[in-house]
């Protein structure tokens, strides 16, 4: 066997936040490691929103619970309601972490996930609707296998777009059907738009399945508003279309006055459940917790979903046996967490305030320094993790790079890691309006790195920018 | 969207470990929790190798390891080495258990992968070669996913076989090509017959990309000679075949007499390093310590891969990310485990035996009822979880199941389970040779319930064979 008789599509798919500027950068911090001479002392990897590798400490509640339920003994050294909670799980999880649940995740958790998305929204959440995944990214795989059966069952994407759903598309071997967000505009969505991509897709003759909604968005970073979340599942409603709505980021959220709304909310409040089957992730790994390495998560299937495509999808979570129960324990804690009054309530509100305070002076700080830069033009975060700035690259440096058949922005990158140790991930692998440039950053190092990282991009751009002026 | 438009590659999929009967096991357990009147009082899970599930406790070091990991401040509450181990995997794991890790898991992990590896085979594994998994099922659909073009591409696996192999193959739309083991003689594997198969199904258009042996075997408990596997490796080195060794029960030998020998170990004793591309499965799941709900295990790939297909399987990782840290530490453990003289290892080696000569134990327990049983027959299960006993049906039965359109092994489970509230699964989930029967059952209730299920066990059959006779 070789890389000819390979599956194809396996070739085909591509994953850049994890992809070869990352392996690069590995290669350079190893290079580091063994004492070599670089233009930089350490790599940063702005590249993935992976908030602990970069310093941020964990929630201590949640660690607390979680080694109260592992390990026996350790009552003594936490808050009675940590106590009480562990004391719970350990009664309610046959065999504890170290068992397979049911595949869609233990049933008491599901309960807890259900209290937090029924406060969220205001309307009752079932356990029985909601899957325990291991991150968003398994109730993705789920979807995309039972929805595509070859290359002419598409899925609407936003473009820009959080290049899972592309590599999944690409993997079974289905086609991505794109709608451009409006940059000009916040990188807002115009359904209209939406709408004629539909058509022009049914044209072509694809059976235009599902439509993802990435909310707040990745890479963007916008919010959207709750007018165009309507918009949008009226439009599912109307074109028979599967909504997936990835909200991960739903409690990263940073604009003055703006607030989350799910979609599930927006399908409930319009009188939609009906005549919509609605698809929601959410994951431990975003938020102010950021348990990344944990792989916890929830997909949540509400209103019209045909009971044959449930039972599939239930399948699929069971030839994957279950999902890790690290990660089921501390998504129930991310949807249920200590209330008012409870001993821990008052340090899990300081840990969440801090990190969200710090969350957004450091999107200003980045945000800023990217705006100042020449050619760069950076719409502001609402919320999620990144910086997703608009670069006008010099006509000199945009012939060099067809001259040497270099992707402008994927060249960027590149000469932006070997000369700072910044890891980005090029606009390319999110997808952008044809003849734009961006690349993704996080706003993830710690506040003192972050100006440090502000810095050392702008000298970067300015040297950059001399050199083909 | 509804049945008719899913992915027929899902439709198609069976996974019988957590199939009907399991979803039909559960809803008698809620209605047990209801109150409700049954002809038992508990439904005893024997369906999956779920150890904690049935009460086995942990081993304390995985557990206190993890903790200290997990939570500051706990050191005063564990002995020096775990304190110790502890803070060298907090220096070297970037951010920690919440944090993503490289996609093949933590560099320092997997070397001490290798150093358990190293030590298990007496030849040098390299962590480069290792990729961690959540549980072993990863790093199948890894594989299946890169080999699997299409309907002609076909994985040669054992009948009876773990169904993952079959599901997988199904889901990516490829052939399974099956070889029989003979039950005869304990379930061994002849290489004559397996050639056999081979060239028929080359005959057939079938590109046979790759065999898969599960040794300890399952659901047959079966452990292969060294002489078998010998002879396997040398006909996938003579055939250009990718062997899969799916070695997860590696540490559950009950055999006297009898041990396990790695397929790695064979390849290199036989001089095939240079011919034959090996991979080789391993999980936290199993052996003594059953750590299911963690998800952790590897995947070792050595021998004459070609790197194009390594890419391949690393971009497949690299897509999900990364497997969670807590199972990668685990893992970690597993394969080097705390060392003679440190403070732990007595307590560890006494859980560790413990656990194993209880396993013991129960398999005798079982398999002696089992083969007490009229029309029974059970192969001693010389390794792994299960016994898979062979059931003579009296031809009465056979008659009224062909009559109602019942297959009978899994007719025989579903009333064994409403009758006495035990979860088996068909052999008919495995694949059998034709007309033949059996279920599989896990030796794991404790060894006070064991006996309950032998005792219930014997009485169902009883009464079942006064029925039909």
């Keep these: 066997m070789n890389g000819e008789t390979i599956n194809r599509a396996v070739v085909a798919a591509e994953y850049a936040v994890r992809g070869p500027i990352v392996v690069q950068a590995r290669q350079l911090e190893k290079a580091l490691?063994?004492?070599?001479?670089?233009?930089?002392?350490?790599?940063?990897?702005?590249?993935?929103?992976?908030?602990?590798?970069?310093?941020?400490?964990?929630?201590s509640y949640y660690r607390q619970v979680l080694a109260a339920i592992d390990c026996e003994g350790l009552d003594g050294a936490f808050p009675a309601d940590v106590v009480a909670r562990a004391n719970e799980y350990k009664r309610?999880?046959?065999?504890?972490?170290?068992a397979y649940s049911e595949s869609k995740g233990v049933?008491?958790?599901?309960?807890?996930?259900?209290?937090?998305?029924?406060?969220?929204?205001?309307?009752?959440?079932?356990?029985?609707?909601?899957f325990l995944t291991d991150g968003a990214s398994a109730g993705c795989h789920y979807l995309m296998n039972v929805l595509i059966r070859g290359i002419d069952?598409?899925?609407?994407?936003?473009?820009?777009?959080?290049?899972?759903?592309?590599?999944?598309?690409t993997l079974y071997g289905g086609t991505l059907v794109p709608y451009y967000l409006d940059e000009d505009r916040a990188w807002s969505l115009n359904v209209d738009h939406v709408k004629k991509q539909l058509v022009d897709a049914r044209a072509e003759g694809k059976n235009v399945r599902a439509i993802v909604v990435?909310?707040?968005?990745?890479?963007?970073?916008?919010?959207?508003s709750d007018e165009n979340l309507?918009?949008?599942?009226?439009?599912?409603?109307d074109e028979g279309l599967l909504l997936i709505s990835d909200e991960v980021y739903q409690e990263n959220v940073y604009a003055e006055g703006k607030k989350f709304t799910s979609m599930r909310k927006i399908v409930f409040?319009?009188?939609?459940?009906?005549?919509?089957?609605?698809?929601?992730?959410?994951s431990t790994s975003k938020g102010f917790y950021g348990e990344c390495g944990r792989r916890g998560g929830y997909m949540e299937l509400v209103g019209a979903w045909d009971s044959d495509v449930v039972a599939a999808i239930m399948k699929l979570a069971s030839i994957a046996l279950c999902p890790n129960l690290a990660g089921q324990v501390v998504t129930s804690m991310v949807m249920d967490p200590p209330k008012e009054g409870e001993p821990s309530y008052e340090l899990f509100c300081k840990e969440r305030d801090d990190i969200l305070a710090s969350l957004k002076r450091r999107s200003i700080t980045l945000g800023s320094a990217l705006n100042a830069l020449e050619g760069v033009t950076c719409q502001p975060a609402d919320g999620a993790m990144y910086c997703f700035p608009n670069l006008v690259f010099p006509q000199k440096y945009m012939d060099e790079c067809k001259e040497a058949n270099k992707i402008p922005d994927v060249e960027y990158c590149t000469r932006l890691l070997n000369q700072t140790g910044i890891v980005t991930v090029p606009g390319s692998g999110f997808g952008q309006k044809p003849g734009t440039w961006h690349f993704r950053t996080t706003f993830l190092p710690s506040e003192e790195d972050i100006k440090g990282v502000a810095v050392k991009l702008t000298d970067f751009h300015n040297s950059f920018i001399a050199q083909y002026k």
């Design 33 to 59: 490691e063994r004492g070599a001479e670089l233009p930089f002392d350490k790599v940063v990897y702005c590249n993935i929103g992976n908030p602990h590798q970069l310093g941020q400490k964990p929630v």
């Design 92 to 98: 309610s999880i046959k065999g504890g972490t170290g």
């Design 107 to 130: 049933e008491t958790l599901r309960q807890r996930v259900a209290v937090g998305i029924t406060k969220r929204d205001g309307y009752a959440a079932n356990p029985d609707d909601i």
């Design 153 to 169: 069952d598409a899925v609407m994407c936003p473009i820009p777009q959080y290049p899972l759903y592309s590599a999944a598309l």
């Design 214 to 224: 990435i909310n707040p968005g990745n890479p963007t970073g916008n919010l959207l």
């Design 230 to 237: 309507t918009e949008i599942a009226t439009f599912c409603a």
């Design 269 to 282: 409040d319009a009188g939609l459940e009906k005549r919509v089957a609605l698809a929601s992730f959410h």
